[in-house]
């Protein structure tokens, strides 16, 4: 079983900058990884997401192009989400998720992956 941990999170005002962390000791070379979001009340919303084995194939939901980049090391078993000009509207607990296998395509779909860490918060503030 894939356990995952993110850190990085914290409160950074508008405009600022965030770098989360996902550390996953179990992942495979073949996975999706990706980057969610859910803030009380609304269902989780896919950020993030890329394929392990070829890292440069990469998507994005659309509110969060040009200002977030997810990148893997796989020498560090270690996933990233760089976040730069922040905005209130980023505010949410950011999970990492995993679905270890051949990634046809990076899904932003969290119904599709099956290992989830406990989540770390991003507070935005104006």
């Known amino acids: 079983q894939m356990q995952l941990e993110e850190s990085g999170g914290g409160s950074v005002q508008a405009g600022g900058s965030l770098t989360l962390a996902c550390l996953a000791p179990?992942?495979?070379?073949?996975?999706?990884m990706g980057w969610f979001r859910q803030t009380p009340g609304k269902q989780r919303e896919g950020v993030a997401a890329l394929d392990s084995e070829s890292p440069t194939r990469a998507r994005y939901t659309d509110s969060v192009k040009g200002r977030f980049t997810v990148t893997k090391d796989n020498a560090k078993n270690t996933l990233y989400l760089e976040m730069k000009n922040l905005r209130p509207g980023d505010t949410a607990m950011y999970y990492c998720?995993?679905?270890?296998?051949?990634?046809?395509?990076?899904?932003?779909?969290?119904?599709?992956?099956?290992?989830w860490g406990q989540g770390t918060q991003v507070t935005v503030y104006s």
């Open positions: 998720a995993a679905k270890p296998g051949i990634c046809w395509l990076p899904s932003l779909v969290d119904s599709e992956y099956t290992n």
């Open positions: 179990g992942s495979t070379y073949r996975s999706c």
